[in-house]
């Protein structure tokens, strides 16, 4: 059997300890809450919830959906990879489920782009692709 290579094994031990150490450090959400409230990143506004009839009148006006996408790449570097997303809206009641998805690829876009734009453009697809299935 080959022999680990005792210089790597050392950093993968060392990699491993300070991961377990930044895990057991982790925030509790009172102390993000306030980092976030002190630094200006954002904000926080409680909601009123809704009852029985809110949630009735929803339904009247065409029922409640759920949303959820994702975005998987492989490949090798820009412009050399694939892209595949979907979306998957579900409905409430008797509504089945709607799928919707995408592959695409730097090398077969019609108009070329760089790597920022081909970020944003996956960004923007998959938010698209969300609402369609939504809509659907």
Not at 30 to 45: A, P, Q
Not at 51 to 63: P, R
Not at 99 to 126: H, I, Q
Request: glycine share 10%; hydrophobic share 40%.
């Amino acid at each position: 059997m080959l022999e680990l290579n005792t210089d790597l094994k050392q950093k993968f031990e060392e990699v491993s300890k300070a991961m377990q150490l930044r895990l057991k450090q982790k925030l509790s959400t009172g102390v993000l809450r306030n980092m976030i409230l002190d630094k200006g990143i954002g904000s926080f506004k409680w909601c009123q919830s809704f009852n029985h009839q809110d949630l009735s009148q929803i339904v009247e006006k065409g029922g409640m959906v759920g949303v959820d996408g994702s975005t998987n790449s492989a490949g090798g570097p820009f412009p050399y990879l694939i892209t595949l997303q979907q979306a998957l809206a579900k409905a409430g009641g008797k509504k089945g489920d709607v799928t919707m998805t995408d592959a695409f690829s730097p090398l077969t876009m019609k108009v070329p782009m760089g790597e920022e734009e081909y970020r944003d453009f996956v960004k923007r697809n998959l938010a698209y692709l969300e609402v369609k299935a939504a809509l659907a």
